[in-house]
């Protein structure tokens, strides 16, 4: 049942040395309409500053947790999407889990409270985003508990540009990081 995460996962995190950054690499990009649509997967996106990803549902005021708990950008973790298709049975390639950038090579503890440069775009690490029953709901019972603690992170645009399918993950540390 695993699918294209298992065939692209061989590409590690570069550990270049002591001050060096952490890399990672872009392996997906989804975005969606508006709350509960289906997740569409790009080759490329605009980062907006303060806003999020061109098009996408909490850049545009139409995400479900826009007013109380919305974040610009989400990311996930490709292994950890691979280790619930593999432990769950379940089909995750095409967006179901709701997340706009899949990133491969990287820890979520390398994340916490840093400053990622994803291709043009400087983001920032805000928090951790655990899967809720609205995504069971919208995606298919069972996917929160699947995804459980390694349901992905929360990011804020500081500037803005171009993200590609491909494009570095540089975890830079701290969260003003030049």
């Known amino acids: 049942m695993l699918t294209w995460l298992t065939a692209r996962l ?3 995190a570069r550990r270049l040395g002591a001050g060096r950054p952490l890399v990672g690499r872009v392996e997906a990009i989804f ?4 709350a509960g649509t289906p997740m ?3 080759a ?3 980062a907006i500053v303060d806003r999020g990803l061109a098009d996408d549902r909490y ?5 479900y947790w826009r007013l109380t708990d919305g974040c610009q950008v989400t990311l996930v973790l490709a292994e950890a999407l691979a280790r619930a298709e593999r432990r769950h049975g379940l089909a995750l390639g095409a967006g179901q889990h709701r997340r706009n950038l ?3 090579g990287l820890m979520g503890v390398e994340l916490r409270e840093c400053c ?6 400087r983001l920032h690490w805000q928090r951790p985003r655990p899967p809720c029953g609205y995504l069971d709901r919208v995606a ?3 996917l929160a508990k699947a995804l459980g603690r390694h349901g992905g992170h929360c990011l804020r645009v500081h500037t803005g540009g171009l993200i590609q399918v491909g494009d570095p993950v540089r975890v830079l540390s701290g969260r003003n990081a030049a």
């Open 10 to 12: 061989p590409w590690p």
């Open 31 to 34: 975005i969606a309409d508006a």
């Open 40 to 42: 569409r997967a790009s």
């Open 44 to 46: 490329q996106v605009l």
């Open 59 to 63: 850049a545009v005021g139409r995400g």
């Open 102 to 104: 899949v990133v491969s």
């Open 116 to 121: 990622l440069q994803i291709g043009m775009a």
């Open 140 to 142: 298919g019972r069972g």
